[in-house]
């Protein structure tokens, strides 16, 4: 079992920056992959950002490719998220997710952060 806890989300006016952070707990943190998500009103869930188990390798979605850094700090248990230059369309539900079974796909999710970005 993995438990994940979302926080540091907020209204931010566009050009501006916000840090989310994940923290977990239950297993080995550096055992498993994480993923940040993000779901817009209206829309279904999407991929932002992935980490992998060491943080060695990051991958981005083409839309915040540039402006999103995903991190992670394993001594803490803790997956970050940090958005600058941000936009309205960055306004979302922000998730993040473990992949604890190495299958590709994520097991484990947050409850979710709301990030509001006005313009």
């Known amino acids: 079992q993995v438990q994940l806890v979302e926080s540091g989300g907020g209204l931010v006016q566009a050009g501006g920056s916000l840090r989310l952070s994940c923290a977990a707990s239950?297993?080995?943190?550096?055992?498993?992959?994480m993923g940040w998500f993000r779901q817009a009103p209206g829309k279904e869930r999407a991929f932002v950002a992935t980490?992998?188990?060491?943080?060695?390798?990051?991958y981005y979605a083409d839309s915040v490719k540039g402006r999103f850094t995903i991190s992670r700090d394993n001594a803490k248990n803790t997956v970050y998220l940090q958005m600058n230059s941000l936009k309205p369309e960055d306004t979302a539900v922000y998730y993040c997710a473990a992949d604890t079974l190495d299958y590709g796909t994520y097991d484990y999710w947050g409850q979710g952060t709301q990030v509001t970005v006005s313009s």
């Open positions: 239950g297993r080995t943190f550096s055992s498993y992959r």
């Open positions: 980490i992998t188990r060491s943080g060695g390798r990051t």
